[in-house]
Every structure is written in structure tokens, then in C-alpha cells.
């Protein structure tokens, strides 16, 4: 009987451990796309930041902020 539930618990820890590992494996693979998405929206917002410093560097320039539309 004795032998019998050791059997049985050393099953559960061995369910248990592939368990525990496999779930490693997936928290693992879930940080490396979060780094990834982390890197996309950093370089995103630097070139969101330098698209509007563009537009607002070209605003500057001999454009009208209202312009009449050709239509007129």
C-alpha cells in the first residue's frame, strides 16, 4: 500500500515538473515578444517625433497656415 502511493506521488511530481517546464518555456517566448513589441514602439515613437519635428520645420516655410483651396 505504502509503495503503491509513492508510486502515485512520484507520478504527480513528474506531471508537476513538465508542467512547471513547459509553462517556462511559454513565459520565456512571451518575454522575448514583449522585448520585441517594447523595441517597435520605441523606435516608432522616435520616428513619430521626427516626422513632427519635420512637418513643423516645414510649416515654416513660405506655407500659409490657411490656404484657399484651388477650387476658389
Known amino acids: 500500500m505504502l509503495e503503491q502511493r509513492i508510486i502515485e506521488l512520484e507520478c504527480k511530481l513528474a506531471y508537476q515538473d513538465d508542467l512547471v517546464n513547459a509553462l517556462n518555456q511559454v ?5 522575448q515578444q514583449i522585448d520585441c513589441l517594447e ?3 520605441t ?19 513660405d ?3 490657411y490656404e484657399i483651396p484651388p477650387h476658389y
Open 27 to 31: 513565459v520565456a517566448k512571451q518575454q
Open 39 to 41: 523595441k517597435t514602439c
Open 43 to 61: 523606435l516608432l515613437n522616435e520616428r513619430l517625433v521626427s516626422v513632427m519635428n519635420a512637418a513643423s520645420l516645414d510649416l515654416t516655410i
Open 63 to 65: 506655407k500659409p497656415v
